[in-house]
């Protein structure tokens, strides 16, 4: 276990912001998933790495705000936008 610069907890792989549902990239259903979360569907809340991967906008909280920005980044044309940072292994 180690810690990142922003203070999570790292175990095993980089983290790949956005990867919600922690199958290894940043896919549609990420933003499905994060969308339950959101609803608070039953069983369907995140939690551990998923929900540290989540927290694409890097505040602290899970909300409304990461799954916008989720949306922006599976929606733009341009992935190599830099002011969308998410699906960067670090
Ligand atoms: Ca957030």
Do not use: C
């Not at 959101?38 to 998923?50: F, Q, S, V």
């Amino acid at each position: 276990m180690a810690f990142g610069e922003d203070g999570y907890v790292i175990v095993g792989d980089k983290l790949v912001w956005g990867d919600v549902n922690e199958s290894g990239i940043v896919e549609t259903s990420d933003i499905t998933r994060l969308a339950m979360h959101l609803a608070e569907i039953p069983d369907k809340g995140l939690t551990g790495k998923g929900y540290i991967l989540a927290d694409v906008t890097r505040d602290n909280a899970v909300n409304l705000a990461d799954l916008i920005l989720l949306v922006q980044y599976l929606s733009s044309e341009d992935l190599n936008n830099p002011d969308v940072v998410l699906g960067i292994p670090r």
